[in-house]
């Protein structure tokens, strides 16, 4: 199933966040809107967001009189979270291409990207305590922090061939897996169930988030720039040592394994001999295979919530975040 049959549940709560989005881009400085519009309307399957509106359904949330619901609101503030991130990491990767168009950095300049991430950044801040919950403040304020944190580590992982499994996996968790995680906790927050949905609404969120990025890594070597939308081999060429090129090093032969470490400290190697390597070893078998077992950890971590659409196809995402093929 492909993510928008997936999400069909929520499709009208979807278009309500998108309402919200836009009404919090409503800025009188035409810059801030041109580009937060570029980045928001350039695609993306809006995973964190959808998280947020699942749960929330899945666990009974029930509306207020308001202008914009809690689960809307929340769900925009998380995908300006995300949305800053991009803004900043294509500016420190000095990316030129994401989701199949140019990036806004490479379209508007470094500083008006880094810029309106900041302003995107803050907006969520001021979205979050409109909600009023000192728990979501606590729990949205705590994900940035690592998220911040996880970019630190990738920086000082860059151009390191020495960077083991377990190492990676701190970026991940930290990077990808934590606003995953915090989104589908506000989720359950908002609807008041007990301590024990709740944790087990953020388990589903961090196990699907980490099988999300891993998946990330496999389609880096084994699919083409078209369907990915961005550069194939970029993180190579940044000098990142993903989870596949992590395994070459492991149990590559002496020329395989002095290819990746070249490759990773210079980022200057041959794409085609690098993909080479990671065919002729386990490299995309075995990142698979933890990719699975995380997401058949997100399936159990639901097990307990009530029978009902929503959990059909929180079921489905965590199927989908390890099946796709962009």
Same mark, same amino acid.
């Given at each position: 199933?492909?993510?928008?049959?997936?999400?069909?549940?929520?499709?009208?709560?979807?278009?309500?966040?998108?309402?919200? =989005?836009?009404?919090?881009?409503?800025?009188?400085?035409?810059? =801030?809107?041109?580009?937060?519009?570029?980045?928001?309307?350039?695609?993306?399957?809006?995973?964190?967001?959808?998280?947020?509106?699942?749960?929330?359904?899945?666990?009974?949330?029930?509306?207020?009189?308001?202008?914009?619901?809690?689960?809307?609101?929340?769900?925009?503030?998380?995908?300006?979270?995300?949305?800053?991130?991009?803004?900043?990491?294509?500016?420190?990767? @000095?990316?030129?291409?994401?989701?199949?168009?140019?990036?806004?950095?490479?379209?508007?300049?470094?500083?008006?990207?880094?810029?309106?991430?900041?302003?995107?950044?803050?907006?969520?801040?001021?979205?979050?305590?409109?909600?009023?919950?000192? *728990?979501?403040?606590?729990?949205?304020?705590?994900?940035?922090?690592?998220?911040?944190?996880?970019?630190?580590?990738?920086?000082?992982?860059?151009?390191?061939?020495?960077?083991?499994? *377990?190492?990676?996996?701190?970026?991940?968790?930290?990077?990808?897996?934590?606003?995953?995680?915090?989104?589908?906790?506000?989720?359950? =927050?908002?609807?008041?169930?007990?301590?024990?949905?709740?944790?087990?609404?953020?388990?589903?969120?961090?196990?699907?988030?980490?099988?999300?990025?891993?998946?990330?890594?496999?389609?880096?070597?084994?699919?083409?720039?078209?369907?990915?939308?961005?550069?194939?081999?970029?993180?190579?060429?940044?000098?990142?040592?993903?989870?596949?090129?992590?395994?070459?090093?492991?149990?590559?032969?002496?020329?395989?394994?002095?290819?990746?470490?070249?490759?990773? @400290?210079?980022?200057?190697?041959?794409?085609?001999?690098?993909?080479?390597?990671?065919?002729?070893?386990?490299?995309?078998?075995?990142?698979?295979?933890?990719?699975?077992?995380?997401?058949?950890?997100?399936? @159990?971590?639901?097990?307990?919530?009530?029978?009902?659409?929503?959990?059909?196809?929180?079921?489905?995402?965590?199927?989908?975040?390890?099946?796709?093929?962009?």
């Amino acid at each position: 199933m492909s993510a928008t049959q997936i999400l069909s549940p929520i499709s009208q709560d979807m278009a309500a966040v998108d309402f919200v =989005i836009r009404s919090y881009l409503n800025s009188e400085v035409v810059m =801030i809107r041109t580009v937060g519009e570029y980045i928001i309307g350039s695609g993306g399957k809006r995973l964190r967001p959808a998280l947020v509106l699942m749960i929330a359904n899945a666990l009974g949330y029930q509306p207020r009189e308001q202008e914009f619901q809690d689960h809307h609101l929340l769900a925009a503030t998380v995908e300006f979270i995300h949305t800053s991130t991009l803004l900043h990491d294509d500016v420190v990767d @000095e990316s030129d291409l994401r989701r199949g168009r140019e990036t806004a950095n490479a379209v508007f300049g470094n500083a008006a990207s880094v810029l309106v991430g900041d302003y995107l950044y803050s907006r969520s801040f001021e979205m979050m305590v409109s909600v009023d919950r000192m *728990e979501i403040l606590r729990v949205l304020s705590q994900a940035t922090t690592v998220i911040a944190e996880g970019e630190v580590l990738q920086l000082l992982n860059v151009h390191d061939p020495d960077v083991s499994v *377990e190492r990676y996996m701190q970026v991940v968790r930290y990077k990808t897996a934590k606003l995953f995680e915090a989104s589908a906790e506000i989720g359950a =927050i908002i609807c008041d169930v007990s301590a024990e949905l709740r944790e087990a609404a953020a388990a589903y969120g961090r196990h699907m988030g980490t099988a999300f990025q891993l998946i990330d890594d496999v389609l880096d070597y084994s699919g083409d720039a078209e369907a990915l939308g961005k550069n194939v081999g970029d993180d190579l060429r940044e000098g990142k040592p993903t989870l596949p090129l992590i395994r070459v090093m492991e149990v590559g032969d002496a020329a395989q394994v002095k290819l990746i470490r070249d490759a990773i @400290e210079t980022g200057d190697a041959n794409f085609a001999e690098v993909a080479v390597a990671i065919q002729s070893t386990d490299a995309l078998q075995y990142t698979r295979a933890l990719a699975e077992r995380e997401a058949r950890l997100a399936e @159990e971590a639901i097990a307990d919530f009530p029978d009902s659409i929503f959990k059909q196809s929180l079921l489905q995402l965590a199927r989908f975040a390890i099946e796709r093929d962009n």
